[in-house]
Nanobody, 121 residues
Framework: QVQLVESGGGLVQAGGSLRLSCAASGSIFSINAMGWYRQAPGKQRELVAIITSGGSTNYSGSVKGRFTISRDNAKNTLYLQMNSLKPEDTAVYYC???????????????WGQGTQVTVSS
């Protein structure tokens, strides 16, 4: 079974920092693009940042310059470094990855369970 597990969420004051991690495990053949999404109460889930297998990145305008997405391919792990946090960053953050598994060799999207990030003012 392929699964993604996020960690690193918590409560911080405005201006603080957090680093989220997402570890992929299971019968994995390859991992392609990976990304972070977030969902605040009453809002749609939105893409925060994405990183390709080659390391190219894209960010939403609201986090550009404050967040950094990265990955460690040897560890099958995705990271999101969040600096200068604002109250509007408060949300559940989800990891997403396009993964080819060893059983079917078919690509599909996998989601983590989410980790809560709360930024107080």
């Amino acid at each position: 079974q392929v699964q993604l597990v996020e960690s690193g969420g918590g409560l911080v004051q405005a201006g603080g920092s957090l680093r989220l991690s997402c570890a992929a495990s299971g019968s994995i053949f390859s991992i392609n693009a990976m990304g972070w999404y977030r969902q605040a109460p009453g809002k749609q889930r939105e893409l925060v940042a994405i990183i390709t297998s080659g390391g190219s990145t894209n960010y939403s305008g609201s986090v550009k310059g404050r967040f950094t997405i990265s990955r460690d391919n040897a560890k099958n792990t995705l990271y999101l470094q969040m600096n200068s946090l604002k109250p509007e960053d408060t949300a559940v953050y989800y990891c997403n990855a396009a993964i080819v598994d060893n059983t079917w060799r078919q690509m599909r999207a996998y989601w983590g369970q989410g980790t809560q990030v709360t930024v107080s003012s």
